[in-house]
């Protein structure tokens, strides 16, 4: 991204606050031209004072003079201070608006996103949040630089370098050399720097992800012990962004000495040069001279030095910029959708030949035929591994198969407005994320118009009602703080209030305990009703349950039928089916129970 792309992409976002930039930069002009005011004032102070040395001066005239310049110099600053306060918080308040919008329109493209584009490495959790936030901090800040500092500042460079030639063309001539190469020097430490700022964001990325995942994984860490591994990971990381920051500050002080020598020897000619022209009687030259000479050249190299800072901050914005809007323009990652919208969904879903790969490049289905029959159970069996998840991730449209076609009541998925295909359908799965806020809050999540009345009935009907009701704060409780059997039934009760009629369900009692599952076999009973239901489970009684069973293998279908005629034929689904009822120990459990 070069820097006309950047000024082109962030100009929307500034838009909105056009009088706030105007108003910031007429202050910041001013402000910038009140700069050049000390040195008039002390050019003829010096003189004046000078002119009544070796006189018979009254008392009086000195007064006076000092009492101008005493109002001259307290007023200038007194202004100074009024201007630098309102440019700051205007342009302060630009900079947090701006900062605001681009973070939102960011938030509001990346829920646009399909699932594949959250699937890939580059695009983990911490890695998009350090993108985002090192994207808006430092576009915030190019904001402020672009079209607040940067005017005012080449304004006062130029007014300095104008009142040195109209003071003397030679001093002119001076600063006007000493310009380039002060210029040049700042430039190429810019360059210098960018390759190493552009590593730099890479391991701010890769640190944001490493905190991530040590603070998902810290029980498994503990449990086994691995702090120091963890560490030494860590460390590896430290030590490349630790080089990094030693070699770029190394560089900067280097740049910044030679530039500090420059400018002295921009200073000390201009010295040596008033100092001869006045011992010379050029005409128009006093001692007031030397002193407004070196303070304009210093008005002059000043701005440059801050060029310094906005070239450091447009470089670093150049590279988190194109993180950014990378993000920002991603729209080949929108999801797709239809406008396809039925006035009922029965849930009749064919798949034909389905072949679907994943974007890290694993195929898990191969050549899928299934029909899902509406207003029926549908158990997807097989080892762990065999597709079946893949298959409702397939169904709820979450991804689209390379290969093959998915239909659902006879019209192809695809043209199915998916906002609306997903309204009528209910995701039930082994493990359904808690939102951080209330029970209430939580359930709401599938009806948010739905009333506190409807929320207790739905909770009800997923039999978590009386637990809920035991709680100090009862519907008002954390959710995140309920056990996760109960977590699960706040997940059913959620779909309860959606009230779809399409239902997937995806091992959705594969964690919990005995009585858990029971209750949440109760809660699901009553929700399958006239529903188009699709299980995955490793429960018998849940698979027993159903009415067609596809039993898949390495992502391809191996047997269908009901389940008592797929387990008569022997293959796949006896063996799992066997292989549970010896885990569970049947025999001896209805032994146990029998003799009670
Ligand atoms: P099941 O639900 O039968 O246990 P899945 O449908 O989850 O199996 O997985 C089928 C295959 O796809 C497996 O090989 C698995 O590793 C792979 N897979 C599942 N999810 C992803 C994913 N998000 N990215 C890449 N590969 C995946």
Redesign the pocket.
């Known amino acids: 991204m070069n820097i006309f792309q950047l000024f082109k992409n962030l100009r929307p976002f500034v838009r909105p606050y056009r009088m706030l930039v105007l108003i910031t930069l007429i202050l910041t002009l001013i402000g910038s031209m009140m700069q050049q005011v000390n040195a008039i004032v002390l050019d003829r102070t010096v003189d004046a004072i000078n002119a009544l040395i070796g006189t018979e001066f009254s008392w009086n005239q000195a007064a006076r003079i000092l009492t101008i310049i005493s109002i001259v110099l307290l007023g200038k600053e007194l202004l100074s201070a009024l201007i630098t306060f309102a440019q700051n918080y205007f342009g302060e308040r630009m900079r947090i608006f701006v900062s605001r919008d681009l973070s939102q329109s960011v938030i509001e493209k990346v829920l646009t996103f399909r699932m594949a584009y959250f699937?890939t490495d580059q695009n983990a959790t911490g890695k998009i949040q350090a993108r985002i936030d090192q994207g808006v901090s430092s576009l915030s800040r190019t904001v402020q630089n672009f079209f607040i500092d940067l005017l005012p500042l080449f304004t006062s460079a130029l007014l300095a370098l104008i009142l040195m030639f109209a003071a003397n063309v030679y001093v002119g001539l001076v600063a006007l050399g000493i310009v380039p190469v002060y210029f040049w020097i700042t430039v190429r430490q810019a360059r210098r720097l960018k390759g190493w700022r552009r590593e730099m964001r890479g391991y701010l990325e890769s640190k944001s992800q490493g905190i991530k995942n040590i603070i998902d994984s810290i029980n498994v860490i503990k449990s086994f012990n691995r702090e120091s591994i963890e560490a030494g990971k860590q460390l590896d990381l430290q030590n490349q962004v630790t080089a990094n920051q030693v070699k770029t500050r190394r560089v900067g002080f280097y740049y910044n000495g030679v530039k500090s020598f420059v400018k002295q020897v921009g200073t000390v000619l201009v010295i040596i040069l008033t100092a001869y022209l006045v011992l010379a009687g050029y005409p128009g030259m006093s001692i007031g001279k030397i002193m407004y000479h070196v303070m304009l050249f210093s008005n002059v190299v000043a701005p440059i030095t801050q060029l310094q800072r906005i070239f450091d901050d447009m470089n670093d914005a150049l590279i988190y910029a194109e993180g950014f809007f990378d993000i920002l323009h991603s729209d080949s990652e929108v999801e797709p959708s239809g406008d396809y919208r039925p006035e009922v969904i029965k849930g009749r879903f064919e798949l034909k030949d389905v072949d679907f790969t994943?974007?890290?490049g694993?195929q898990?289905l191969f050549g899928v035929n299934m029909t899902i029959e509406p207003g029926r159970i549908t158990a997807?069996v097989?080892?762990?591994?065999?597709?079946?998840?893949?298959?409702v991730?397939l169904l709820d449209k979450f991804y689209i198969p390379q290969n093959g076609t998915i239909l659902l009541d006879g019209v192809e998925l695809e043209k199915y407005d998916t906002q609306y295909l997903r309204e009528h359908i209910g995701l039930v799965l082994q493990k359904n994320h808690i939102f951080d806020g209330s029970i209430e809050e939580n359930i709401l999540y599938g009806k948010p118009d739905a009333t506190h009345e409807e929320v207790l009935e739905a909770a009800r009907k997923a039999c978590i009602y009386d637990q809920i009701m035991a709680l100090p704060r009862q519907f008002d409780s954390k959710a995140s703080e309920l056990s996760g059997g109960q977590q699960q039934r706040i997940a059913i009760a959620r779909m309860f209030l959606k009230n779809p009629p399409v239902i997937f369900l995806?091992e959705p009692t594969a964690s919990l305990d005995a009585i858990a599952t029971e209750q949440i076999k109760n809660s699901i009973d009553a929700i399958k009703k006239d529903c188009t239901v699709i299980i995955?489970s490793h429960s018998i009684s849940q698979i027993i349950d159903s009415e067609m069973v596809y039993a898949?293998q390495n992502?391809r279908v191996e047997e269908s039928g009901n389940p008592d005629e797929i387990y008569r034929k022997g293959g796949i689904y006896k063996d799992i089916i066997d292989a549970s009822a010896r885990s569970l120990n049947i025999e001896k459990i209805a032994r146990t129970v029998s003799a009670e």
């Open positions: 699937n994943y974007p890290n694993t898990a997807l097989g080892l762990s591994g065999a597709g079946k998840s893949t298959i991730n995806d995955i898949l992502g």
